[in-house]
């Protein structure tokens, strides 16, 4: 159990990351739409390779399952990330950045619906310090500017966010491996990225320099491949409510880049945020230990 746990954190850490990849990929002129192509472009080639090398019976899909792949690419990875983007033009990050980690709670009442998951005392007082932790940490200072266009962006996004963990269950209960989940959701993604925002000026940044390939091929393996690679495997030994909790690392690990790499102030409330996120995941471990003991 402890494997499937350190997974899905280890995944919310490297998501926490992507702030890092993408001010740096500004700088080359790459928007967040031109990323996303980028990222999960080359997460699906890093993927098909994974399957070729593992075993290419795996890209074999059953036609009724199909839906399962469209849920987790284009219902989940490409909508909310369309709703995040369209929410940070409209609001500040920080408050689009709430509004996103509305998902666990989403996944939790789901799960609760579709996969007849309990939701038990533990589990709510771990959704409550996840939720308040990220609140913590992103709505520190400053003004936050809010209209209802975007909390409803704000809101699509952390219910598409929420559709990933939802649709990838029902995938792997339907006997397919996480890589293949993983490799069929970053290509429809893709896909429709390309389709909606086109693929020239990411992509003659990633071939105009060796450093802008070193970057690019960087951020997809690290905010895209390594994550959804671990998360995925996280969910099939782990209850997709409780993996969902502990991905909500990522706004700590955000934080703590803003820190130590953009020279943004930690505040006393910030920090007590990231207690929080960890006070969330030590609850739901030591339930755990318990049963085990």
């Not at 533990?122 to 209209?147: N, P, R, Y």
Request: some cysteine; aromatic content about 12%.
């Amino acid at each position: 159990m402890q494997k499937y746990t350190a997974s899905v954190i280890t995944a919310g850490c490297l998501w926490g990351l992507m702030g890092l990849f993408t001010r740096t990929l500004a700088t080359y002129g790459v928007d967040s739409m031109g990323a996303i192509v980028l990222r999960c472009g080359i997460a699906a080639l890093l993927f098909a390779v994974t399957l070729l090398v593992r075993d290419p019976k795996q890209f074999r899909i059953r036609f009724k399952d199909i839906w399962c792949f469209i849920g987790t690419g284009i219902c989940s990875l490409l909508f909310f990330t369309y709703c995040y983007f369209q929410a940070i033009t409209i609001m500040d990050l920080s408050t689009a950045a709430v509004l996103l980690y509305t998902a666990p709670s989403i996944v939790m009442i789901l799960s609760l619906v579709l996969f007849h998951e309990r939701i038990t005392v533990q589990k709510l007082i771990a959704l409550v310090l996840a939720f308040a932790g990220c609140c913590l940490v992103s709505l520190v200072g400053g003004e936050h500017k809010l209209s209802t266009v975007g909390i409803l962006y704000g809101l699509g996004a952390g219910f598409g966010y929420a559709l990933y963990s939802i649709f990838a269950r029902y995938a792997l209960d339907r006997g397919y491996s996480s890589n293949t989940i993983n490799f069929y959701s970053c290509l429809l993604t893709t896909i429709g990225a390309v389709i909606i925002w086109g693929a020239a000026q990411p992509l003659g940044v990633m071939f105009g320099s060796w450093k802008g390939f070193g970057l690019c091929t960087a951020l997809g393996i690290v905010t895209c491949y390594l994550p959804y690679l671990l998360y995925t495997f996280g969910l099939t030994g782990l209850e997709t409510g409780k993996a969902s909790i502990l991905a909500s690392f990522e706004p700590v690990v955000a934080t703590l880049v803003g820190i130590f790499v953009f020279h943004e102030k930690l505040t006393p409330l910030s920090a007590l945020g990231c207690v929080c996120v960890l006070s969330a995941v030590v609850l739901l471990n030591l339930k755990r230990r318990q049963k085990a003991n």
